[in-house]
């Protein structure tokens, strides 16, 4: 099988969603049932509308919260991403494994542990 997608492409879109704090068009880079889930094996929020409204949250609590990706690995239907999340005097770096579908929607987040680098 083939995979039609650009990822970077869909991440990056996805980013402009959370920057902008849209939490609507954040969660329709989502398959309809993808999961998200602290790695390995965790269910955090399944499906997209669930994602929405986790998002919606979060953003309306914390309006202020940038992220930065500092690096990237691409490999197929998969992106590994390195992010520098801040939040005022919180900063906090956070690795996500995302996998795309044949639709070229992420299906399935995996969030490994949360590294913090200052309190």
């Given at each position: 099988m083939i995979f039609d997608c650009d990822p970077v492409a869909v991440i990056e879109r996805q980013l402009e969603a959370y920057r902008a704090l849209d939490a609507q068009a954040f969660a329709?880079?989502?398959?309809?049932?993808?999961?998200l889930y602290d790695h390995p094996d965790t269910v955090v929020m399944s499906g997209r509308a669930?994602?929405?409204?986790?998002?919606a949250q979060s953003f309306a609590q914390s309006p202020n919260t940038t992220?930065?990706?500092?690096s990237r690995i691409v490999s197929g239907r998969y992106v590994i991403d390195q992010e520098t999340l801040k939040d005022g005097p919180l900063e906090a770096e956070a690795t996500l494994i995302y996998r795309f579908n044949a639709d070229c929607q992420i299906d399935r987040v995996d969030f490994l542990p949360l590294q913090m680098v200052s309190e």
């Amino acid at each position: 099988m083939i995979f039609d997608c650009d990822p970077v492409a869909v991440i990056e879109r996805q980013l402009e969603a959370y920057r902008a704090l849209d939490a609507q068009a954040f969660a329709a880079f989502y398959a309809p049932d993808a999961i998200l889930y602290d790695h390995p094996d965790t269910v955090v929020m399944s499906g997209r509308a669930e994602i929405e409204a986790m998002y919606a949250q979060s953003f309306a609590q914390s309006p202020n919260t940038t992220v930065t990706i500092t690096s990237r690995i691409v490999s197929g239907r998969y992106v590994i991403d390195q992010e520098t999340l801040k939040d005022g005097p919180l900063e906090a770096e956070a690795t996500l494994i995302y996998r795309f579908n044949a639709d070229c929607q992420i299906d399935r987040v995996d969030f490994l542990p949360l590294q913090m680098v200052s309190e």
